[in-house]
C-alpha cells in the first residue's frame, strides 16, 4: 500500500466535494465565510477516519464521501464558536485570521450555525436520494455524538472548568465530549453505511474513545515537550492560559502510560480488519504518533 | 369543532413532550438556557401548523409530535441567536431577560447550537425508530428550509440591509427566508408524515409562502397602526431602528391590499382539505386576523 499517495487522494476527493457544497450563491458572504474556515488548512482527520472506517467495514468509499464532507463541517462550526469573542476569544487559528475576524462576529455566528444546518442537509440528502435507512442511522450517530451529550456538552464544561483545576472525571469528560466523541461519530457512521454489524460498531466506538484519549494526552504531552518551531504554536500555552491538561491532572508519568497503553489497544483493535483496515491502521498510527 | 378547546390541548401536548427532550441532565446550565428559552412563553405557532398539516393530509398527530418540538426548537435557536449582541442586541424578549442576559454570552450560544441539533437529533431519531424513510425526507425538508438557502440565508441578507432602504426584491427575499421558510418547513413536514403527495406538497409550499408574507405583512402593519398596549412592545419600532418593511417599501395601500389577497389565496387553498383540515384552517384564519 502507497500510504501517502492514497491519503492525498483521499484529501483531494473530500476537498472537491466540500468545494462543491459551498459553492456561493446569493447571499455571497455567507458561502464565503463557511469556505473561508473550512479550506484554512485542515487536515481531513475526521472525514479520512470516516472513509477509513467505511472501507474497514467493507463498504465503497464513494458512499460515505457526503458523510465524511457533513464531519468536516460539523468540526469547521466547533472550530469558529471557540474562537469567538464569547468564548475563547482567539484572533488567530493556524495562522489565518480567526472567522469573526476575517468577516465580522455575526457572519461568524451565522457561518457556524450554517455549517452545523449544512452538515445534516448533507447527511439527510444523501439518506433520501440513496433510500437506504442505514443512512439515517449514521446521521443520528453523528447527531447524538456532536449534541449537547456530546461535542456542546463538552464545549459548556470546558467552559466552566476555566482558570480553576478539573478534577479526573471532569478532564476525562471535556477529552471523552470535546475530542472523542466526534471522532467516534465519524468511525461510528463511516462504519454504518460500510455495512457494520452492531459488534464492530461496539468496537469502532471503544476505537474512537481511545484514540481520541490518546490523541489529545499526545497534544497535552506536545505542549510540554515540544518546540515552538515543531509545534507551530507557542509551547506551554495551556499552562499559560490556566488550562487543565491530561499531564497537569494526572501527572507526566500517567500521561505518558496511559497514552502508551491507549495507542496499544487502538492498534490491536484495528489489527482485526486486516487488509481492509489496513489504510485505517497506519493512519491512526500516524495519528497518535504525530510530532505536531 | 370546539376550535379553543383543541388549541390548548395540542399546544399542551407539545410542552409535555418539549419538556421530556429537554429534562436537565449533565451538564445542567445547558439543558437549563435552552429551556429557559424555549419556555419564555411562545405561542408553538409552528407546531400547530405542522400538527394541523399532518391532520389534514390524513396523518396521526402522535406520529408527528416530535418534530412538532423539533421546529420549535429550531425556531428558538434563531430567536437566541437575533437578540445576541453582536446581531440586534436585544435585552429584553416578550418581556423576559434574552438567553445570553439571563445566562451568558457562551452560555446563549451554545444553548442556540444545542437546540439546533437537538431538532436534527429529534427528527432523526424518530426517523430511525419508526424506520420509514418519509421521516428522513420530512426531515432534510426541514434541514433546507432552515440552512443557508432559509432562515440563515435571510438572517444573512436582513443584516446585511440594515440602516438602508432595501429594495422590493431584497424585502420579500428577507420575509420568505426568515418568515416564511419556517412555516414552510412545518407545513411540509408535517404533510410529509400525514402521508401527502407530491401535489399535495407543492400546495402546502404554496400555502407556506403565502400564509409567511401574510403574517409578516400583518406585522409591518401592526407596528404602525396598533397602540403600545395591545401589542405589548412599542408601536413604530421598525421606523424608529431604521428597519425596511413591507409598508415602508410597498406603501400602506399595496401592504394592505397584499394581505388581504394573500390570506383569502390561504384560505382557498386549505378549504380544499375539507374536514381533516378544518383546524389547520381556521388557526391559519385566526394568524392571520390577529392584533398582536
Redesign the interface.
Known sequence: MNFEKILNERIELVNERLKAYLKP???E???EA?GYSVFAGGKRLRPLLLLGACEAAGGDLEEALGFACAIEMIHT?TLI?DD?P??DNDDFRRGKPTCHKAF????A??A???L???G??TM??D??SK?D?K???A??TV??L????GT??G???D??SEEKKADEETLLYIHKAKTSALIQAALKAGAIIGGADEKTLSEFDEIGYKLGIAFQIKDDILDITSTTEVLGKPVGSDDKNGKSTYVSVFGFEKANEDYLKLSREVCELLDKFGEKGAFLRTYAEKLIDRVN
Open positions: 450563491q446569493y447571499p458572504v455567507i458561502y463557511m462550526y464558536n469567538l464569547a468564548m465580522s462576529e455575526d457572519i455566528i451565522l457556524g450555525d450554517g452545523l444546518n449544512l445534516f442537509e439527510l440528502s439518506a433520501v433510500g435507512l443512512y439515517t442511522k446521521a443520528l447527531g447524538e456532536c449534541g449537547v451529550k456542546i456538552g464545549q459548556v464544561v467552559l466552566l
